[in-house]
T-cell receptor
Framework: DAKTTQPTSMDCAEGRAANLPCNHS???????VYWYRQIHSQGPQYIIH???NNETNEMASLIITEDRKSSTLILPHATLRDTAVYYC??????????????FGTGTLLAVQP | GAVVSQHPSRVICKSGTSVKIECRSL??????MFWYRQFPKQSLMLMAT?????????EQGVEKDKFLINHASLTLSTLTVTSAHPEDSSFYIC?????????FGPGTRLTVT
């Protein structure tokens, strides 16, 4: 699976949009971009995933560049409860039940009041 | 999203004893389950992948005789830490695979004294 690069930490003001970048310059054509987050001392929570089109759900939006070498997760109105470590992971899409999610170091997003 | 539970949430055991951690998918069938370990201030590290009814596949460096994994049904996987030592103290997290998404349990905090 392709490696990803994320900033170690970011701050965001409460109520503002949080934009979390991720570089995945070696991504393959059949690899999806997944985002998870982990609030302190809890299990990771699925946020969103995409292949090449931008995606939006009730939690966030995922913007993938045309060359697919980078993406941005957008939390439109960050709250204090969004403070967490955000992981960007690339993985081959469903087709094999054993495809693994390999976690990097992630970005610690601190939402400030 | 789908729900994964773990039991116990916290356990303290004495060095040399064995500890069993249960992972259940409550509202979906998980053909594949994954076990991760997380040390303080570090990312999740994949330990092993288990498929229902077959032997688990362990990641490099993970001792299969020390970390026994059983995936007897589509909704239950267990991890047994045998002859635990203080260095096995960690946060253990399981995950079940459902179609495209992978859902995580809340984690089990193991402390070996």
């Amino acid at each position: 699976d392709a490696k990803t690069t994320q900033p170690t930490s970011m701050d965001c003001a409460e109520g503002r949009a949080a934009n979390l970048p991720c570089n995945h310059s070696t991504i393959s054509g059949n690899e999806y971009v997944y985002w998870y987050r982990q609030i302190h001392s809890q299990g990771p929570q699925y946020i969103i995933h995409g292949l090449k089109n931008n995606e939006t759900n009730e939690m966030a939006s995922l913007i993938i560049t045309e060359d697919r070498k980078s993406s941005t997760l957008i939390l439109p109105h960050a709250t204090l409860r969004d403070t967490a470590v955000y992981y960007c992971i690339v993985r081959v899409g469903d087709g094999g039940a054993t495809n693994k999610l390999i976690f990097g170091t992630g970005t610690l997003l601190a939402v400030q009041p | 999203g789908a729900v994964v539970s773990q039991h116990p949430s916290r356990v303290i055991c004495k060095s040399g004893t064995s500890v069993k951690i249960e992972c259940r998918s409550l509202d979906f069938q998980a053909t594949t389950m994954f076990w991760y370990r997380q040390f303080p201030k570090q990312s999740l590290m994949l330990m092993a992948t288990s498929n229902e009814g077959s032997k688990a596949t362990y990641e490099q460096g993970v001792e299969k005789d020390k970390f026994l994994i059983n995936h007897a049904s589509l909704t239950l996987s267990t991890l047994t830490v045998t002859s635990a030592h203080p260095e096995d103290s960690s946060f253990y997290i399981c995950s079940g695979r459902a179609t495209y998404e992978q859902y995580f349990g809340p984690g089990t905090r193991l402390t070996v004294t």
